[in-house]
């Protein structure tokens, strides 16, 4: 898988990183984690520089998730709803949680990036709820931003023991712990943990 890798990468360059990062990011079963780990790995082996990587496999990344937004809005809810009602998610429940997706989208897209599969059906959701092409993007260029460059960097510094990062992500430990964390966030979010209430004013 290196050589092929490596290959790949020399032969198309920055071309190979932003159409992989776009197809993994659609759903073709490209994993996207490896590939940017690899990348940032073998920098100093080819004429390819860091800011080349990160800038082409966030371009791809963004077209990847537009994409998913694209289909998602022409394919719609009620459409989906004709699938999902077997497993008691009819298009009411759809319309519900597409009226709370505008607030708490962002933040599914965001962490999305790091949780294999939530990346493919996020930005499918938004589009079929019809979120706001604005807050979508908003979150898509930071959420993908941050995940390839960690990830890259990550690889560079890395060097040849970038495998063992890979095994650590993929361990389900930390897969539960930010699905935890994520939880946590969204229940304060929706419960107004961390809103200020607004002091009345009192009678003299």
């Known amino acids: ?21 776009a197809l993994g990011i659609i759903g073709l079963p490209i994993p996207i984690e490896f590939l940017l780990l690899f990348a940032g790995s073998i920098t100093a ?7 080349g990587i990160i800038a082409f496999a966030w371009i791809g990344t963004v077209l990847g998730m537009l994409t998913n937004y694209t289909l998602g809005r022409y394919v719609g809810l009620r459409r989906i709803s004709r699938v999902t009602r077997w497993i008691h998610l009819t298009e009411e429940k ?10 708490l989208g962002p933040i599914f897209i965001v962490s999305g990036f790091f949780v294999a599969g939530l990346r493919h059906l996020a930005p499918f959701i938004a589009g079929a709820g019809r979120m706001r092409l604005a807050s979508f ?3 898509t260029l930071l959420g993908s931003l941050g ?17 063992s990062l890979l095994k650590l992500i993929h361990h389900p430990l930390p897969v539960a712990l930010f699905l935890l964390l994520l939880g946590a966030a969204v229940i304060c979010y929706k419960t107004s943990v ?7 004013d009192k009678k003299a």
Do not use: C, D
């Not at 082996?45 to 800011?51: A, G, I």
């Open 1 to 21: 898988m290196r050589e092929f890798l490596l290959a790949f990468i020399q032969h198309y360059g920055y071309a190979a990183v932003l159409l992989s990062m």
């Open 137 to 139: 993007l908003g979150a």
């Open 147 to 163: 995940f390839v460059g960690m990830f890259t960097f990550a690889g560079q510094r890395l060097g040849q023991h970038w495998h």
């Open 94 to 103: 759809w319309n519900r949680w597409s009226a709370k997706y505008e607030t």
């Open 45 to 51: 082996q080819t004429h390819l520089s860091m800011e």
């Open 194 to 200: 961390f809103k200020v209430k607004p002091i009345k």
